[in-house]
């Protein structure tokens, strides 16, 4: 048995520094010095691929450690099993800032959407592992995050369907992992108005 604190002190500190190391390719060129605002606003508008991967990873990431959260609390120990999975899910989790990278940076590349939407695609599939062995090792239903989780996996397949179609807008799929939040505000919405 591990102690379930411990693992949740990894996974924040993991998530912690794969959120901050996304940042970290968001960068004009080498000895890049404009000498005009326009110049400077060019070179920032080169960076729109990066930032959107940036943006969507961050997200991504973050509702990943939202879900992990939210599956703290009891019990406080668990299984090896349990234990391994974290480490797997933890290691698509700081590959991320390097997929970022490269569907930032080559994104037109149909092969830069599939490496970005495999991490995404893995990572989803280890976290809904993690939930079945949470109910197996509670004897109870977890269901936190399971929309969120498909939403993510059915996106990232569409981003590999589109790469093929339009690859210029592979990317723009992810957006759909907002959906189940609109659904949820609106559901909550109609519930306070009936």
């Not at 990894?10 to 190391?21: E, N, V």
């Not at 599956?71 to 700081?94: K, N």
């Not at 239903?141 to 059915?154: D, K, M, S, W, Y």
Request: proline share 6%.
């Amino acid at each position: 048995m591990i102690p379930k604190a411990r693992l949740d002190a990894i996974t924040d500190g993991i998530f912690a520094f794969a959120m901050t190391l996304l940042v970290l390719d968001l960068r004009l060129p080498e000895g890049f010095n404009p000498s005009s605002t326009p110049e400077l606003v060019n070179a920032l508008r080169d960076l729109q691929s990066q930032y959107l991967a940036y943006i969507i990873s961050f997200y991504v990431l973050g509702l990943r450690w939202l879900a992990q959260v939210s599956e703290r609390g009891v019990p406080e120990m668990v299984s090896g099993t349990y234990g391994r999975w974290v480490l797997v899910y933890l290691f698509f989790i700081t590959s991320i800032p390097f997929s970022t990278m490269v569907v930032g940076r080559y994104e037109p590349l149909p092969a830069a959407t599939w490496i970005y939407s495999a991490n995404m695609i893995l990572s989803g599939l280890c976290s809904l592992r993690l939930a079945y062995l949470a109910e197996e090792e509670r004897d109870r239903a977890v269901h936190q995050g399971r929309p969120e989780l498909a939403t993510l996996i059915f996106s990232a397949a569409l981003s590999v369907v589109l790469s093929f179609v339009v690859p210029g807008y592979a990317m723009l799929a992810y957006l759909l992992n907002i959906w189940p939040y609109v659904a949820r505000y609106r559901r909550r919405k109609a519930a306070t108005s009936a």
